[in-house]
């Protein structure tokens, strides 16, 4: 039975946004060592991963962009807007996120492993084809979806943002592709300011983009019934190959960086709920990808749950 893939790149570690940064370097550093101390990493398969190629990163960002980033960091300490920041690490370290995803998604495509979870920074879901934003770099998320359908050829990929920001720049790559399905959760109004329930595509896409912008406030309750009345028909129709999943924790109740009240136990049944979809369409076919999450103990006690979830599937 193919087990639950674990991706950490250590080199992801390394990348500084500057001393008192939310996304700080003891996100994994704390996580790591939780799911040790519970025994889950000892469930997973841990695995070896790789950089993403320019050309792997060029099939969402522009040129330009790549080398703005690799530029940046080769003069770092540098800021490249007034939330994001590098370090001379940063450009390998993004590289390696990215390359982390692009090493599970091989590997589940393979059937080595069921599932998999990418516990990488920095995170992702902000970056837009030709900036830098909101903490993120490169689109990790993207490039996995990119490589999916435009070098193992599915026809259809899901993409569920949970994070509590909007994915703005997942949503923009591929809003007006149809293969791509992008539906995000998320806590409105917030930054970035985008996702309104009114943004459903353009063009061709058309339809394959669905926002639930949810109040500052709400709880399990709300979110989870976002996702069971509105989202999970949608992605349903679309009946996906392969599902991927921006898995930001930013929306507990504890996370000084939202008002949103969920919980560990919440981010589990959505976990369950996306894995009965995957089960459904997609052979089973996930892969988890960390996005945000800034409260150390919530972070850690809502990835124990998440992870826990992909674990029992596995092995049921």
């Not at 946004?17 to 101390?37: D, Q, T």
């Not at 960002?61 to 800021?79: F, Q």
């Not at 703005?168 to 399905?181: A, I, K």
């Not at 995957?278 to 409260?295: C, I, K, N, Q, W």
Request: with cysteine; aromatic share 6%; net charge negative.
């Amino acid at each position: 039975m193919p087990a639950t893939g674990f991706v950490s790149p250590p080199l992801c570690r390394d990348h500084d946004p500057g001393r008192g940064h939310p996304e700080r370097a003891e996100r994994l550093v704390h996580l790591g060592e939780h799911l040790a101390s519970v025994g889950l990493l000892a469930e997973v398969e841990n695995g070896a991963s790789r950089a993403a190629t320019p050309l792997e990163l060029a099939r969402v960002h522009s040129a330009g962009h790549i080398e703005r980033v690799r530029s940046a960091c080769l003069s770092a300490p540098l800021a490249l807007d007034g939330d994001t920041a590098v370090s001379k690490s940063s450009y390998a370290a993004a590289q390696h996120a990215a390359g982390g995803v692009l090493t599970a998604v091989e590997r589940v495509l393979r059937g080595d492993w069921h599932n998999a979870f990418c516990a990488v920074r920095p995170p992702g879901h902000h970056a837009e084809q030709d900036a830098a934003m909101g903490f993120c770099l490169f689109n990790n998320v993207a490039v996995a979806a990119a490589a999916l359908r435009h070098e193992h050829g599915l026809a259809r990929v899901a993409i569920l943002d949970w994070d509590v920001h909007h994915g703005n720049g997942t949503q923009h790559l591929f809003e007006r592709d149809p293969s791509v399905f992008y539906a995000s959760l998320h806590q409105w109004p917030l930054y970035p300011g985008t996702g309104a329930a009114e943004e459903r595509g353009l063009g061709a896409g058309e339809g394959a983009t669905r926002n639930c912008p949810l109040p500052s406030g709400s709880g399990d309750a709300q979110w989870l019934r976002a996702l069971e009345d509105t989202l999970l028909p949608e992605l349903e129709a679309f009946r996906p190959e392969f599902v991927l999943l921006s898995a930001g924790f930013d929306a507990h109740r504890l996370d000084p960086l939202s008002g949103t009240c969920l919980s560990a136990a919440g981010y589990a049944q959505m976990t369950r709920r996306m894995l009965e979809l995957a089960a459904r369409s997609a052979h089973g076919r996930l892969v988890s990808v960390l996005e945000g999450g800034y409260h150390l103990e919530a972070l850690a006690s809502c990835v124990e749950t998440h992870l826990g979830e992909l674990v029992t599937w596995s092995a049921s």
